[in-house]
């Protein structure tokens, strides 16, 4: 496996987002040379975004201009992405830790005869293969798993690797031919988009610091306070199935089993006590900071920061000590 | 509708991990193994829908080793569902979710089905493969990450959210499709008495995987467990303010998470 590798860009805001450069920047560790590194990017407009995967050392990048992209299922993106690597002889496809990486790997998986892990923490060669770490169980455990045959697609877990260094080059940007899509994958329709229900801030998925709250603020007013903490440290909001239970916020902030998993930098739980199908959600989190006024709850055992104390004495303070050095 | 639902039996959440022997998987001895956490929702959401829909049918189905799967399967007959089928795993072999997706197309291609509901992702080895990977072997759009499931009958069309990074996209489908479930909130019911001690009694259709299964293309080669967390360092403290001060300096500091 040391032919060329395919970076999937993914565009937020009119820029490679995130979770992309991420990915580059592991193409890089494993690739060597620029000329092993090719990125693909679609939509109608995306001559900027392609010109800034030069901006990272990718030589090559093809476009897919179908303007039926925009709105169809994430199948067609998949043929195109297929067809992209064949063009490139790609062995290795790499995915940004996002919903879109992990929604791309089953259909690599078949399409392109791929053998495919998601939520990857470690990727490393192992002889004519590669090896990938990746925390399972809601972080209770992390699997190793070798990956053998020509073809490897790997979709990354958010935060997990850094962001490139800038390494100019000058990319060769190139069209691909248009796919023929079968019908029946164009006939859903996205009607529509909604900015993050998780309020103005970071996305849960996307955020490098989360603030959690949980049954401890007692109303749904209350939860503002955790709201001004997030903010305040620039951090998405989360929630207990307590509080969404209880319809203090709407279920997209629920954390845990049944809610969304998240593994950022820092995660701050307020007022949680800690239940298993809590902590699934958000064990691989790097760094843990409970607040509860009980200091036998079970959060304070995973937590590596713990203040035992009253939420509606401490958060404010907090809030305030963070506009304070982060001079807000 | 002919609705089916994708089981998989995964260890309870409060389970406590441990290695197996050999130190590439979980020990599965004395596990008890019950229905995956979205999966439950999802066969919730098919119930939901088949209640909506005069003469719909809701059939799970099920890959795996006896006889987790076989429990799980009746597990979801005494919720409410019609039909079972249990896809056997060939035994002792390792299987990686792709080979899951190939033997699970191969039984529902071989029954009705309008949907396909799967949760987005299990638990155990929260892979979120299975899914896309069904849509790709039957021929059928698929949708990851979907809550606020509906089904709209004057445009015999679903409609439904899926949830993404920067926020959602609003969809609408028309059967047949694949959707992954990421639904938080549907309360799943719980079943009554007589409708566990009737699903006992069940048929579950059994369904070979297949001998021309492709092999695994992915192995586990190890599984470890974090050191134990030693618990947290407790900040001491006179005055809340002086609490957040000491947290805010070892963020910054020690842990180095912000700035
Ligand atoms: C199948 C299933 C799936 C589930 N999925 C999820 C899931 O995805 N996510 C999830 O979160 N839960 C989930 N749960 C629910 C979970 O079991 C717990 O019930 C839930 O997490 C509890 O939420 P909580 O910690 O906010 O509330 P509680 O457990 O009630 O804890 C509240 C905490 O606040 C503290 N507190 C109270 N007042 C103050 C104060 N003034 N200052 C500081 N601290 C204070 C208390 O000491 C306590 O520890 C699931 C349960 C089941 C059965
Ligand atoms: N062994 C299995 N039997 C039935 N359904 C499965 C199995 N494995 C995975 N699935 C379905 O696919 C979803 C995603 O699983 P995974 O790809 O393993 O994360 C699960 O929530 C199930 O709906």
Redesign the pocket.
């Known amino acids: 496996m040391t032919g060329p590798i395919l970076i999937v860009g993914e565009v937020q805001n009119g820029h490679l987002s995130g979770p992309t450069l991420e990915a580059i920047s592991v193409a890089r560790s494993l690739g060597g040379s620029p000329s092993s590194l090719v990125g693909f990017v679609a939509g109608h407009d995306s001559r900027s975004t392609a010109l800034e995967f030069g901006r990272f050392g990718v030589s090559h990048v093809w476009v897919a201009r179908d303007p039926t992209l925009d709105s169809a299922p994430i199948a067609a993106l998949a043929l195109y992405i297929a067809a992209a690597a064949t063009k490139a002889g790609a062995e290795t496809i790499l995915v940004g830790g996002t919903t879109l990486g992990r929604d791309l790997m089953g259909r690599l998986a078949i399409r392109w005869n791929a053998a495919v892990a998601t939520g990857v923490t470690e990727v490393r060669r192992d002889g004519a293969a590669l090896q990938v770490r990746r925390p399972i169980f809601g972080g209770r455990a992390t699997e190793t798993r070798r990956l053998d045959g020509a073809h490897v697609a790997l979709a990354l877990r958010p935060h997990a690797f850094p962001a490139p260094l800038d390494a100019p080059v000058d990319p060769v940007i190139e069209d691909l031919p248009s796919v023929p899509l079968p019908a029946a994958w164009l006939a859903p329709r996205r009607t529509g988009t909604e900015t993050s229900a998780e309020g103005a801030g970071p996305s849960l998925g996307d955020a490098s610091i989360v603030v959690s709250g949980?049954?401890?603020v007692?109303t749904a007013e209350n939860f503002q306070l955790v709201e001004e903490l997030a903010a305040a440290l620039g951090a998405a909001v989360g929630?207990?199935?307590?509080?969404t239970d209880a319809g203090w916020r709407p279920s997209s902030y629920?954390?845990?089993?049944?809610?969304r998993s998240v593994s950022p930098q820092l995660y701050l739980a307020?007022?949680?006590?800690?239940?298993?199908?809590?902590l699934v959600?958000m064990l691989s989190s790097r760094v843990i900071v409970a607040?509860?006024?009980?200091a036998s709850?079970p959060?304070f055992r995973v937590a590596d920061y713990g203040i035992v104390?009253?939420?509606?004495q401490?958060v404010p303070a907090l809030t305030a000590e963070v506009r304070r050095v982060r001079a807000l | 509708m002919e609705i089916v639902v994708c089981i998989k039996p995964v260890p309870e959440?409060e389970t406590r991990l441990r290695v197996a022997p050999g130190g590439a998987t979980l020990d599965a001895e004395g596990v008890k193994f019950v229905l995956a956490?979205y999966d439950?929702s999802a066969l919730e959401q098919a119930l939901l829908l088949k209640e909506a829909l005069a003469g719909s049918k809701v059939h799970a189905i099920s890959f795996g080793p006896a006889p987790r799967t076989e429990e799980v399967l009746r597990a979801a007959v005494a919720l409410g569902a019609d039909l079972a089928t249990w896809v056997e795993s060939p035994s002792g072999s390792a299987v990686d979710p792709i080979q899951v997706a190939r033997a699970l197309a191969g039984a529902i291609a071989a029954i009705p089905h309008d949907l396909v509901l799967c949760g987005k992702q299990a638990g155990d080895d929260e892979a979120g493969l299975v899914p896309s990977a069904l849509g790709e072997l039957l021929a059928l759009p698929d949708f990851g990450s979907v809550v606020d499931l509906r089904w709209d009958p004057v445009t015999a069309r679903f409609k439904f959210l899926r949830s993404t990074d920067a926020g959602g996209e609003r969809w609408e489908a028309a059967t047949p499709c694949v959707i992954g479930l990421q639904q938080?909130w549907n309360d799943?019911r719980t079943a009554k008495l007589p409708n566990i001690l009737k699903s006992r009694k069940a048929a579950i259709a059994k369904h070979p995987a297949g001998p021309d299964l492709p092999g695994a293309r992915s192995e586990p080669q190890g599984f470890e467990l974090p050191a134990p967390r030693t618990g947290a360092r407790l900040i001491e403290y006179k005055s809340p303010q002086e609490a957040a001060q000491t947290l805010v300096r070892i963020l910054r500091e020690e842990a180095k998470v912000f700035p």
């Open positions: 949980g049954r401890g007692r929630a207990s199935r307590a509080v629920q954390v845990g089993q049944t809610g307020v007022g949680i006590s800690g239940a298993i199908q809590h959600g607040i509860n006024s009980d709850a959060i104390g009253d939420l509606f401490i | 959440a956490g439950e938080a799943p």
